[in-house]
């Protein structure tokens, strides 16, 4: 035989190989998750990938706003992201989010109370719950003390707190509770309100440190600032690390949210997606994510699972009667939204 002849020979049978072999390489199976900063435990991704063998990717961003901003600018990849209620709303509305038929699969007869219907997804087609909390003001205690239960302590702050204060970089939390503050409607369509609004932002700008939605529970436990806006699962785990750490329930009001995974138009790996979604409304599992972020699950059945530390403290379970303090917002309609943006873009330049 020739030696072009083998040639010839040696080079089809590498590439039958390299045919033979493509489906193969493609058996590799995987999923991007596009989740909140510091909203998922390292070990539970490894042990889902452990157990199902397919891998996760995972990327992070800091509000709803950035998210959808992402997405629409055409951030392609993922296939679970986790919108808040107002956001699933907005995502569901507008065409972006896959019907996958989360209330068929098989873990959500798991799922009960208000959330398994909620008012963004009633018939639960498009998401499965997450975490649920409050969003409203921590500080340590140990380094101020007499603070009234009120949103006036936060927005019109004590003259030592000056420079002491960090603000989550969330326009519609920040705003929202402004209103709260203030006495005024939610969705506000006033220009007057809402300057009035942005007087007050302003006003309580020298008191700021900063405005940062990461690193938040971090961020006071070290005593880099005295008093933070915070969900109360970030509360607890600085209250783990430093005991002085005190969660207000405003009596103005606060913000109830309920983040959800859900699966975007354009993800890869839907059935992946199908997959990681029902794994994680199984009690042991969302139980184990309870426990690393500090929030409560719409799964009863994950009690036995949760840190006992979960179950005692005032922040992730509210004392009796502040439930009537908690509020959803809903989303918001195209001049209340613009009005927003004007006013969080003067407060933030």
Known sequence: MSLDLLKGVA???LSAVLVLGAPLAAEARELVLYNWSDYTPPELLK???????????LDLYDSNENMLAKLKAGGSGYDVVV???YMVKIMADEGMLIDIGVNTMANFKYVEGPLKSPYFDPERKYTAPYMYGTT?????TAAITGLEASWKE??????????????LNDQVEVINNALRYLGLPLCNESPADMKKVQELLLKQKPYVALYNS??????LAAKEVVMHMQWNGAAHRAKSVLPS?????????????ADNFAVPVGAKNIEEAKIFINWMMDPKNIAEASNFTGYMGAIPAAAPYLDDSLKTDPAVVPPAGTDKLFIMA???GVKAKELMDKVWTNVRK
Do not use: M, N, Q
Request: with cysteine.
């Open 11 to 13: 080079g089809a049978a």
């Open 47 to 57: 042990r889902f990938t452990a157990e199902t063998g397919i891998a996760i990717t």
């Open 83 to 85: 919108p808040s209620d």
């Open 136 to 140: 409203s003001f921590s500080y340590d």
């Open 154 to 167: 936060f927005f019109e702050p004590r003259e030592e707190l000056k420079g002491k204060i960090a603000v």
């Open 214 to 219: 990461d690193g938040t529970h971090e961020r």
């Open 245 to 257: 750490i005190d969660y207000v329930y405003a009596k103005e009001g606060v913000s109830l949210w």
């Open 330 to 332: 809903p989303p918001c």
